[in-house]
């Protein structure tokens, strides 16, 4: 049978470097071609055939390795997601979940986790937080007011011990889940609004639920806001860009300790 005893003479690692390095030689060369002589490659017998395909198939893989780093070259340049969508012909949303984590994050973050370099005298914000995508969205929420020292960590348990880790900065906000691993937000709000040293730092639940049992017991137990997050999201933006501008800009906030 033709072509049956074709095998490739590169295994995929050494395939992905080189065309890593070549593609973007090739494409000025292919551009060159189409304008100058628009031939096309001979393909008339199954190993040239089986070849281009397997070249076409690895330049399309480069090419998505490359789109990301440029994605990323972007986002560290000031970019957001709607240029970076604009740039590759789709919405906001759809760069965000084709490039999902540009923003110092990854699907491998630490408990503890700093998200934004920042100059002196930010606001501090402790974001108590174990969907990665959510934290991702809220970081570029706040990113987009101005300078925020925000940390992320992915239960209560983790938020406790930065709250009295004395090398710690004192949050002058916290934005809460309420549904967490080990300890969850209903249980952390309860003890920081009981904790004397921590009582005073204003805490926003920001959840999916609108449950009138988890709204109700928030406040009970002294929460300074509940929102639910928006299924748009652009509205889940202008949610936390909303709490941001109050409790970070608008209120007077007691001194840090």
């Not at 970019?79 to 990854?106: C, D, K, N, V």
């Not at 925000?150 to 002058?172: C, F, I």
């Not at 652009?234 to 906030?253: M, N, W």
Request: aromatic share 4%; no cysteine; glycine share 6%.
């Amino acid at each position: 049978m033709p072509g049956k005893n074709f095998v490739l003479r590169t295994v995929p690692q050494e395939t992905a470097i080189v065309t890593d390095v070549a593609v973007g030689k090739l494409a000025r060369r292919i551009v060159q071609q189409l304008l100058d002589d628009p031939g096309h490659p001979d393909t008339g017998d199954s190993v040239s055939a089986l070849t281009l395909l397997h070249v076409l198939v690895e330049l399309q893989r480069s090419a998505e390795r490359l789109q990301r780093s440029a994605a990323q070259d972007a986002a560290r340049t000031g970019a957001g997601y709607p240029q970076i969508g604009e740039a590759s012909g789709m919405t906001r949303q759809g760069a965000r979940r084709r490039w999902p984590g540009l923003f110092h994050h990854s699907s491998e973050a630490p408990t503890e986790q700093p998200m934004n370099t920042v100059p002196a005298h930010p606001s501090a914000v402790l974001l108590v937080e174990d969907d990665i995508a959510d934290a991702m969205l809220i970081e570029e929420a706040l990113s987009q007011r101005g300078a925020r020292n925000l940390v992320q960590v992915t239960d209560g348990v983790a938020a406790l011990e930065h709250l009295r880790d004395p090398d710690s900065v004192r949050p002058d906000l916290i934005v809460l889940d309420l549904n967490m691993p080990r300890m969850n937000g209903r249980e952390l709000l309860r003890v920081l609004k009981s904790d004397e040293d921590l009582q005073t730092i204003p805490v926003v639940v920001l959840t999916t639920s609108a449950a009138p049992d988890d709204v109700t017991g928030a406040y009970t137990s002294h929460a300074n806001a509940y929102v639910t997050k928006p299924v748009n999201l652009e509205e889940f933006e202008q949610a936390v860009q909303s709490i941001d501008a109050f409790y970070l800009e608008t209120t007077t906030r007691p001194p840090r300790e």
